[in-house]
């Protein structure tokens, strides 16, 4: 068995994908590389295939119809046979002495009596276009250099929680939570990183910035003019990740961890926070339509966890009415945005 899989979802991504897998065959003979091609138009297919005969024993060419990145993650999960797993997406990289360093750990955790279930590391917001690079790290929230558990984290900042670029987990622990992303649908890593908390049971973070995550392409998920293009496809993701909440499955496995609870919770009030600016950011009467079926949604599903996300801080501020309420929410979001790094 290898002990890290990692999974590479690539559509069209000939341009990039070299520096990305070129990054992570310094990982050598410990690791497995999925590059899932996903029904690609360019020359990805040809790349992918070329890597895989020139190391036969650390990559797979995997190649399938298109069915968006979720689904591309999807096929990475069901292929892995390494003890641990991630997703480094194809225009990102990994640092060399940050991950030489992740899988001598890895290797120590593999053998440990306490099994683990989920590792972090930090990662860095790698923005070319304007020649910034932010570094996201857990210092202040998550104890260092040990095994833990949920009763032992800190306080999340606002906008600052686990994403896909600063988690590896157990791949059988992704199984077990029946882990399967929507297809044909961006913005599900928040799905990934989401879901299967509840059945974590044990972390481990290592203060090393590890993944160095690419943003600044005016075709990104992330741009603020694409994300109101696909509003239909984050209220999606905002729906599943309500639904799985208030699932009494989820409540139940969640039980008395207090501090999991909320960093769920207030996971979920951001989603939502963003499903609510982002129409006010376009202003256009259709995207106002959309959020107001979203609340509706959430309203007769569950009224009391749709009570608490609407008329909470963030559900008030993001549903001010008329022109200057708009205006409130959409200066506001460009703040944030800008301060974050979003996009």
């Not at 106002?288 to 608490?308: A, I, N, S, T, V």
């Not at 200057?324 to 800008?338: D, E, K, P, Q, S």
Request: aromatic share 12%.
């Amino acid at each position: 068995m290898k002990l890290l899989t990692i999974a590479v979802p690539c559509y069209n991504s000939s341009a990039y994908m070299h520096h990305c897998i070129d990054s992570l065959l310094v990982g050598g003979e410990d690791i497995e590389i999925l590059i899932v091609d996903d029904g690609s138009t360019d020359e990805t297919a040809a790349i992918a295939d070329e890597y895989a005969s020139r190391y036969p024993s650390v990559i797979r060419a995997i190649h399938k119809e298109n069915g968006g990145h979720g689904s591309a993650v999807n096929t990475g999960i069901e292929n892995a046979s390494g003890f641990f797993f991630k997703v480094v997406d194809s225009d990102d990289y990994l640092r060399k002495p940050a991950f030489l360093e992740t899988l001598e750990k890895l290797r120590e955790l593999k053998d440990s009596p306490q099994e683990l279930d989920m590792f972090l590391c930090n990662f860095v917001y790698n923005k070319e276009s304007e020649h910034t690079k932010k570094v996201m790290q857990y210092r202040s929230c998550l104890p260092v250099g040990r095994i833990f558990t949920w009763d032992e984290i800190g306080h999340f900042n606002t906008g600052h929680y686990i994403l896909m670029h600063s988690v590896i987990f157990r791949t059988g622990l992704l199984r077990e939570c029946g882990m399967k992303l929507p297809e044909h649908c961006f913005y599900v890593d928040n799905i990934y990183v989401w879901q299967p908390l509840p059945f974590v049971k044990t972390m481990y973070y290592l203060d090393v910035n590890l993944y160095y995550y690419y943003i600044g392409r005016s075709d990104q998920s992330v741009n603020e003019q694409v994300m109101i293009r696909r509003l239909d496809q984050q209220m999606r993701v905002n729906r599943l990740m309500f639904d799985h909440f208030s699932d009494k499955k989820t409540v139940s496995m969640i039980g008395n961890r207090k501090k999991l609870k909320d960093y769920m919770y207030n996971y979920l009030k951001i989603i939502t926070m963003i499903s609510s600016v982002l129409p006010a950011v376009s202003g256009a009467k259709e995207d106002l339509e959309k959020r107001r079926e979203l609340w509706h949604y959430m309203k007769e599903h569950d009224r009391c966890l749709y009570r608490k996300l609407r008329y909470g801080l963030t559900g008030i501020a993001t549903n001010l009415h008329g022109a200057f309420g708009r205006t409130f929410v959409r200066n506001g979001y460009r703040l944030a945005r800008h301060f974050y790094h979003f996009n």
